[in-house]
């Protein structure tokens, strides 16, 4: 139920009290305002503030980082050394003194301005930090890796990772807010400042551990501010309409239009009659006198963080022609939509005419417009929405796009259809003056999808045909894409997966010569941001193992003779793909090119992941020798099934063997473990394929992948010679890797049972397949390290031996494999 209030009643804030022309009672019905509301602008800061723990915990394991920290924690103590001891002795007992004592002075202070609540939550923040600091500092940090630890304590095995005294302090600060209060903020981070100096003067502080003491408190912090809430600052519908008579508009009633707290506030002004307050339909034409005169929208300055996060992620990811802001002041917001509203006026497009802006208080902005009757394209009725109404919508786009602006949200809501089936653009906060090309066409794209979304592509290429001609749609086609529109259309086409590729073949059928290729809008696809990340978490394993590997002293330790097995073993691995290959291919193939093909996918393997780069570089291959694209891909396929089940019978042949023999690798690959990750593998899988989103996306990958491999298997099952040839590759392959992973093994003095290599390199290269990084770079030399060390080899054994095998099996090919690649491209092989 909504309230009247009038301006009568007392405010309790004194930036949006009303100004002296408020004397007149003037009703505002609005819903009753939430007491606390979470401001989005806590949240991005609690995410902040984690991420920088997780960075501080992550520096902290890098040798130079360790080496900057105590390097600076030794100038500290060294320079504070020479100062008096009297004065440090002083400075330790007001810091130790004040960082409690002013904290307490200021929660004494809003107590006494009855602002009890606000130290509630800045208590709440500081007893969490303080159990989460002991928590921590007894339990999780002292059982992390020892780099961790050791970077984080200095001075002594009784320094605390995390400081205990300063945590709650930094939590309560920050929970509390000491914002507009200038004096007490100063002297608080003073104090907080002065005892994290007497700590490193000490010896009985880290830098690593202040960070990271820093980051929890703040992140404690922030994420109880968000959880409990901040008292609502957003001004009130009386702090509206007193901001509206400042203007001249004298207010005889006002209500809310909008009940939901998440959206931008609008308001129904009805104001004292004059001419100039008729509104019109911009033609002069003055439009029915309805209950409002003005639609008044509210900018509050806390909503103008909120989405930042996906506006962030989206500005990128993207492609545009001009950079915009994320996140934008109150003022310029301000500036930015009045700026729109006269500019598309200016260019003869319909929208409701912008009749004043102002500031109301320090924590909200309005805008003024002409009130206009009607509803909102998404709330209007299909059987409404003919084609004069259309139309009329793709006219008003004509004349944005013709004086070059782009409105960048053109959604349900972004036109309202008037009582006389007028459309009239709103929503214009986003919109952008002297927009480029691509901009406009994404405005053209999102338009199309719009309407195609409520009405068909049919009905909303014709219309849109009629008004802006066959060469402007036929320019939105390679735009037509799910990332190029806004995040609820994209939501809204998963109900219809075909609308974009039923638009764009009713533009083609229009004029099919007018077909563009498609535009990559995405700087980076989501994959590329899972790989950096898997980079990063690898080099998080393995960079701490590799510093403790001397690379002269690697070298000159090795046995040669086994180096030149390994050398020998990896270069078969590539007659033995070749092999592979050939024997799932009915048509003849010259061996020497096909081996280079394979040479050619070692280079190719290093920007793309190890499974897909030589799938998709033999298949151009075969399709090159005279293959047709069908059966080439099912060759592939075909290769790669039988590749896959070789590998999987072998794994589990081996690891029986292997768990059966009572040696070192008991651990690795005991039968009963083997039957326990088959059967956890299963159930998984069973898990995530009842979601029909996976459960579509693998049948479409394996549909693509293995589509025509049983007729092509039956195809070379025809000939014993092929399936030798096949089955003899695949084999030949492990077993070509085998050995060179046991003579890597060997030359450093080291010998495993061939039973267990085995197991190690198909556990291994079963993980680098599934990794989506380039050659499985990370994820196969940690499988690598962790199981030759589980199988009984020391640490920097195993380190040795993996290194020995990735340089001649991935790196060292790299340049022979471009040669081949570049050589493959001008005999137009590939």
Known sequence: MGVTQTHREEHKDESVRPGPAAATAVPVDEPPRPDRIRRPSDAIRFAASVAGLVAVMLLVLFAFAQQTTHGLQTDITQGTAHAPRFLLTLATLVSSFGVLAVPVAFAVERLFHKDGVRVAIGLLAAVIAFAVTVLLDDLVISS?????????????????????????????????????????????????????????????????????????????????????????????????????????????????????????????????????????????????????????????????????????????????????????????????????????????????????????????????????????????????????????????????????????????????????????????????????????RLDLAQLLTTLALRVGPERAVHTAARVLGEKALAAAVPLLQRVALSRDTRAALRHDRELLTRIREQIVRLGPEGEAPPIRLERFRPRTIFSIVALTVAAYIVVPQLSSVDPVQLVAGAKWWWMGVALGAAALTYLAAAFMLMGFVPEKLPLGRTVLVQVAASFVKLVAPAAVSGVALNTRYLQRSGVRPGPAVASVGASQLMGMAMHILLLILFGFITGSTGNATRDLAPSRTIVIVLLALAVLTAITLTIPRVRRFATRRLKSMFSGVVPRLVDVLQSPKKIITGLGGSLLLTVAFVVCLDASVRAFGESLPWTAVVVVFLTANAVGSAAPTPGGLGAVETALTVALTISGLTAEAATSAVLLFRLLTLWLPVLPGWAAFAYLQRKEAI
Do not use: C
């Open 144 to 440: 992390a890796p020892g780099g961790v630890l050791d970077s984080l304590i200095w001075g002594g095995t009784e320094t605390a990772p995390v400081h205990t005294d300063i945590a709650p302090v930094i939590a309560f600060v920050t929970a509390v807010g000491m914002a507009g209060r200038a004096r007490w903020q100063a002297v608080t981070w003073t104090m907080i400042g002065l005892a994290a100096l007497t700590g490193l003067t000490a010896a009985y502080a880290s830098v690593a551990a202040l960070a990271a003491t820093y980051f929890l408190g703040r992140a404690i912090g922030h994420g109880t501010l968000y959880a409990v809430g901040t008292p609502n600052p957003r001004p009130p519908g009386l702090a509206v309409v007193a901001a509206l008579e400042r203007l001249g508009l004298r207010t005889l009633r006002a209500r809310r239009l909008s009940d939901d707290e998440d959206e931008v506030r609008r308001y129904g002004v009805r104001i004292a009659h004059s001419p100039d307050a008729v509104p019109t339909d911009g033609s002069g034409v003055a439009l029915p006198r309805g209950d409002w005169q003005l639609e008044v929208s509210v900018l509050d300055r806390d909503q103008q963080t909120a989405g930042v996060l996906y506006r962030v992620w989206r500005l990128v990811r993207l492609r545009e022609a001009a950079p915009r802001r994320p996140v934008r002041s109150l003022r310029r917001s301000l500036e930015q939509e009045s700026l729109m509203a006269y500019a598309v006026d200016a260019a003869g497009a319909r929208t409701p005419r912008l009749v004043g802006t102002s500031e109301v208080g320090t924590e909200a902005a309005l805008v003024a417009y002409e009130y206009v009757p009607g509803r909102r394209l998404d709330d209007v009725p299909d059987e409404d929405l003919t084609d004069a109404v259309l139309t009329d919508v793709w006219g008003q786009l004509k004349r944005l796009q013709s004086a070059r602006l782009a409105h960048r949200r053109l959604e349900g809501g972004a036109f309202l259809i008037s009582e006389r089936g007028r459309a009239y653009l709103i929503d214009l906060r986003s919109g952008e003056i002297a927009a480029g090309d691509l901009t406009l």
